[in-house]
């Protein structure tokens, strides 16, 4: 009970401070759903990186980060923003995602340290000596591409647009 009590303190004085229109979650179960979402083609990186693939697919901080190292896209914890355009035109085969995915990654840079500070906070799995800023950065990108999806793959069904509204009006008030 004191731990519930704690909690509900600590949790009123952060919900107040978000906009009233962000209290009520959309309908709509999963962005995902509404934006087609390009191939992603990593196979130009198997020769470097196989050793990490996982079913097939490149999913694990161990592969991300080797692919971004390959890639010379990241340097310590920054990413190196022309060599990461470089990757994308690599990964994807349209201009027009290499550019949503870029603006992502350049969004993402801007965290850098708020990265750093939840990856500290999160307890990630160890997979053998390989750091999470990578795969962290992808996720990040990953994300920004569904909030800023081409409208020649969005659905534009009215429940996509207000997640979509959602996400990008409300969801760093609410993660900070």
Known sequence: ???????????????????????????????????????????????????????????????????????????????????????????LATDEFVQVYVEGFRNCSAQEQLMIKTLRRRRMPVTGKCASMALMYGLCAHRHFYRYCPDSVWSKSPGCNEAREYSIRCEDQLTG
């Open 1 to 91: 009970m004191l731990h519930l009590l704690t909690w509900l303190l600590l949790s009123v004085p952060a919900l107040s401070a978000v906009d009233d229109s962000c209290a009520q979650r959309p309908e709509v179960t999963a962005l995902k759903n509404c934006c087609k979402l390009p191939n992603l083609d990593f196979s130009s990186y198997n020769s470097q990186c196989g050793q990490y693939l996982v079913n097939g697919a490149h999913i694990t901080p161990c592969s991300f980060e080797c692919i971004f190292q390959a890639a010379k896209a990241l340097n310590g914890t920054s990413l190196l923003m022309p060599n990461i355009e470089k990757m994308m035109k690599t990964i």
